[in-house]
């Protein structure tokens, strides 16, 4: 099933496409690879999930988080590509927690974008290498804040 049938048997609502912030492209492509800027957990309404997890947000509030960051990221290669069965797979995502000092489960959290795109690309394409890491802060205080690098189908 293409990746834009599972978003509609899904019931996926994608926010707008994020546009960038500051001097930077939301995606730049190279060759047959799209290298896609950091994200944040842009909900529908244009509004950001805020909060350290560990102390604003559970584990689960996190996750939720991630995986709201993983629909922009769906959102901002639409925009892009015109359509997300352009994607021929996952090749990596960096997922970059606003946490404690004492919160450990990174990889947990950063789950929901993972989770997100196994579902929307399969467990063949849609999982890829990965990196999960804590952060003392992050940019206008958002709980997650994701990277990642998708091939493109020639």
Partial sequence: MS?????RELKLELPPAPKPVAVYK??????NLAYVSGHGPMKPDKTLITGRV???????GGKRA???VGLAILATLRAHLGSLDK??????????????????????VIN???ELFAEVFGNETGIGARSAVGMGSLPGNIAVEIEAIFEIAP
Avoid at 3 to 7: N, T
Avoid at 91 to 99: D, E, F, S
Wanted: aromatic share 2%; charged share 25%.
């Fill in 3 to 7: 990746a834009e049938a599972r978003i």
């Fill in 26 to 31: 939301s995606v730049v492509v190279s060759g």
């Fill in 66 to 68: 991630a995986r709201q």
């Fill in 87 to 108: 994607v021929a797979r996952v090749i990596k995502t960096l997922g970059m927690v606003n946490c404690t000092p004492e919160f450990r489960d990174h990889p947990a």
């Fill in 112 to 114: 929901g974008c993972s």
């Fill in 54 to 60: 560990g102390a604003d947000l559970d584990l689960e």
